[in-house]
C-alpha cells in the first residue's frame, strides 16, 4: 500500500517536470522569436518616397530614431474676381468734337460759261452746248468757324436734282477744282487758275441725289492762309462745246431752291 502511494507520488512529480520543461521551452522560443523580428525590423526601415516631390515622409534610419514628418504644402492659386471690362463694338464718339453745318454763299454760287454768261441767281450747273461750255462755283463764308477750332473733317454736300442729255457720256467724270475768286464771282473766275484742279471726282452718273466731296485739307488751307471763304468749282473732264443745241448738263439745287428739291448745299464740319 506504501509502495503504491510512493508510486502516485513520483508520477504526479514527472508531469510537473515535464509541464515546468514545456513552458520553459516556450517562453525561450517565444523570446528568441521577439528579439529576432524586433533586430530584422530595425534594420528594414527605409525612407520612403512619396509620389509628390515637394513632399518627403522620412521614417528613420538603422539607429531608431525617429525624425519628424516634413511637409511641403503647395499654396492654391488665389483666383482674380476682377471683372473684365466689356470692349464696345462700335468706337466712342469724342465729347469734345463738335459740329456746324454752313449755307453757301447766295452771291457766290451759280454757273459762269465760257462765252462770258452766267448767273448767280438761277441754278448751278455744268455741262455744254452747241455754242459753249459751263462750270459750276460754291462758296461758304468760314469766318464763323472758332479760331483755336482742330478741324477734323469737312465735306461738301450737293444734290443733283436733274440732267439734260448725256453729259456723264460726253464729259466724262465731273471734277471739283479748289480756288480763290474772291467777293465776287464773273466771268473772268471760269477761267481763274485753281489752287488745286481735280482734286477729286465729285459725280460720275447722271441718277438724282446727293453728291459730296471730302475737301478737310482744302479748308484747313484756307483757315490757315486767312481767307474769309472756302470755294470750290465743278467742271466735266472732257470740255468741248458739242453739237446739240439743247446741251448736256448736270444741274444741282442752289440755296435759294430753284430746282426745288429743299436740299440746299452745305458744308459740313466737324472740329474740337
Not at 38 to 55: G, I
Not at 105 to 133: C, H, M, P, Y
Not at 197 to 213: L, N, P, Q, V, Y
Request: proline fraction near 6%.
Amino acid at each position: 500500500m506504501q509502495n503504491e502511494d510512493l508510486y502516485g507520488q513520483i508520477r504526479k512529480w514527472k508531469k510537473i517536470a515535464i509541464s515546468l520543461t514545456a513552458f520553459v521551452v516556450i517562453s525561450a522560443v517565444s523570446t528568441v522569436s521577439f528579439i529576432l523580428g524586433k533586430q530584422s525590423a530595425r534594420t528594414n526601415l527605409r525612407t520612403v518616397p512619396v509620389e509628390n516631390s515637394d513632399r518627403r515622409l522620412i521614417l528613420g534610419s538603422e539607429t531608431g530614431n525617429v525624425n519628424p514628418v516634413k511637409v511641403e504644402a503647395t499654396p492654391t492659386p488665389k483666383l482674380d474676381l476682377t471683372p473684365t471690362p466689356v470692349k464696345p463694338t462700335q468706337p466712342i464718339p469724342s465729347i469734345s468734337s463738335r459740329e456746324i453745318i454752313l449755307p453757301p454763299q447766295k452771291d457766290l454760287e451759280g454757273f459762269r460759261s465760257s462765252n462770258g454768261s452766267g448767273s448767280t441767281s438761277s441754278n448751278i450747273r455744268a455741262g455744254r452746248d452747241n455754242e459753249l461750255v459751263t462750270r459750276a462755283f460754291i462758296s461758304f463764308d468760314i469766318t464763323v468757324i472758332p479760331e483755336d477750332a482742330e478741324i477734323i473733317s469737312a465735306t461738301i454736300r450737293l444734290f443733283q436734282t436733274k440732267t439734260l442729255g448725256n453729259p456723264y457720256k460726253s464729259g466724262g467724270d465731273l471734277l471739283i477744282d479748289h480756288l480763290d475768286y474772291g467777293d465776287s464771282l464773273d466771268s473772268t473766275d471760269f477761267s481763274t487758275p485753281a489752287l488745286i484742279s481735280g482734286f477729286e471726282i465729285f459725280s460720275e452718273k447722271s441718277a438724282t441725289g446727293w453728291r459730296e466731296a471730302d475737301v478737310t485739307d482744302q479748308l484747313v488751307n484756307d483757315l490757315v492762309s486767312a481767307r474769309p471763304s472756302t470755294q470750290y468749282r465743278l467742271h466735266f473732264e472732257k470740255e468741248v462745246v458739242g453739237d446739240d443745241e439743247n446741251g448736256d448738263f448736270a444741274y444741282f439745287e442752289s440755296s435759294e431752291n430753284t430746282q426745288r428739291s429743299g436740299n440746299t448745299p452745305e458744308l459740313v464740319i466737324n472740329y474740337k
